[in-house]
């Protein structure tokens, strides 16, 4: 929670926590902020009470999901800790229904108060000065796409006298999340970015790796304020974003859906029980795209691979060095690099079904052990003709 953003002084707030806060070294254990958007502040404040007990440690607060004026005497004195404040409009997918003139009163409002951090727009920034020890959340969100020039714009943010930059476009391809993952790492500005809708997921979870002082999540999926935005609990006891940083070794599912997945909770969980700095996350690739995205993804440190549909047959073409039958069943479904980095395809779908055919045959013997010879001259009924299919 004691993220410094910059060398000034330290100034005690009336909740008696540090405005110092160290500057976070890129590979740090990283932060996530909660983000609330409530109608009463009754219920904005009750549920950032239930966060905290939850073991939330920075929380953003919406206030243009208030329905009547906000009142920050209400939600900042005594808070249990720091708090972004954000205000966003209409036209930025926002809930403010006040003039914009009102909105930047509220804004400096909230500085002369002193919130921790306040979410200001590119223009709202130029219109705002610093003032106190607030820390300055210059932001950017795009809706439709990732734009090319997404360097300029950060760039241009970064003249806005930010603490922090935040970039929020939409992943229109896989690939997009890779060119928002590279400018957080090389930015001298500590920056969050990420890409908002299913294709982004991957950039949400990561972005503590590449250096985002912190990451967003809902408190629940009903209450998330943002396409594709991932709950609290999901990047906490799922991903253990609080445990990633820059050694971080990155695995993943490629498929297209993936959302239904349960191959990241199983494959995270075996990583915490071995103690194991690695994380297994979900990329959504569609249909065609693998090869792009494989190269495209390729600086984001991969180790490997799970394949799953629609992607088994394209797998193969990723690399010339296979691990077992691999061209004769004519897809693969695991890709993995060995020590000298050499990227190496394999597929388990015909042992698994045959031990496991296997293993349902011994039922109720004592010690069961899978041995396929028990298959030996049996009547099979094969359902479907994809790649496991294939591979059995």
């Known amino acids: 929670v004691h993220t410094m953003l910059d060398s000034r002084p330290c100034v005690p707030i009336e909740t008696g926590m540090p405005r110092c806060r160290i500057r976070r070294q890129k590979g740090a254990g990283q932060m996530i902020c909660v983000s609330i958007g409530r109608r009463r502040h009754s219920s904005m404040l009750a549920e950032y009470k239930a966060l905290v ?3 939330a440690q920075l929380v953003e607060l919406r206030v243009d999901y208030l329905n009547r004026a906000p ?9 249990p800790t720091p708090v972004v ?7 930025d997918k926002g809930l403010w229904r006040g003039t914009e003139e009102q909105r930047l009163t509220l804004l400096r409002a909230a500085i ?4 921790d951090y306040v979410d200001l727009e590119e223009d709202a920034a130029l219109a705002i000065r610093r003032y ?3 820390r300055r959340i210059v932001s950017y969100h ?20 930010p603490d922090i930059i935040k970039l929020a476009t939409t992943a229109i391809l896989p690939s997009d999340n890779a060119r928002m993952l590279k400018l957080v790492a090389s930015s001298k500005i500590p920056t969050i970015g990420f890409c908002i809708g299913d294709l982004g997921s991957i950039s949400r979870i990561l972005t503590g790796k590449f250096g985002a002082p912190f990451t967003y999540a809902a408190p629940s999926k009903e209450r998330a304020v943002a396409p594709g935005q991932l709950t609290f609990q999901e990047l906490r006891k799922i991903y253990r974003y609080e445990s990633i940083n820059a050694q971080t070794d990155v695995y993943g599912v490629v498929a297209d859906p993936v959302a239904h997945s349960l191959s990241p909770l199983l494959h995270n969980r075996a990583f915490a029980r071995a103690g194991l700095n690695k994380v297994y996350v979900p990329m959504r690739v569609p249909d065609r795209l693998l090869v792009s995205t494989f190269e495209a993804y390729g600086a984001l440190g991969l180790k490997g691979l799970s394949v799953t549909i629609p992607h088994k047959e394209a797998a193969i073409g990723l690399t010339s060095h296979y691990d077992g039958p691999v061209q004769e069943i004519g897809a693969a479904n695991t890709l993995y690099t060995d020590s000298a980095g050499t990227w190496w395809a394999a597929n388990t779908d015909s042992t698994a ?30 359902l479907g003709a994809g790649g496991v299919a ?3």
């Open 132 to 134: 106190g020890p607030t």
């Open 142 to 161: 795009n809706f439709e796409d990732t734009p090319q020039n997404i360097e300029e714009i950060h760039a241009r943010l970064a003249k806005c006298d």
């Open 390 to 392: 294939r591979a059995i």
């Open 85 to 91: 404040i954000t205000c966003r409009r209409d036209n």
């Open 353 to 382: 079904a045959v031990e496991s055919i296997a293993l349902g045959l011994q039922e109720g013997l004592p010690d069961p052990q899978p041995e396929p010879r028990l298959l030996d001259g049996k009547r099979v009924l094969l």
């Open 71 to 79: 009142e920050l005497s209400r939600l900042l004195p005594g808070r």
């Open 112 to 115: 002369v108060q002193g919130a």
């Open 53 to 55: 007990e939850q073991g």
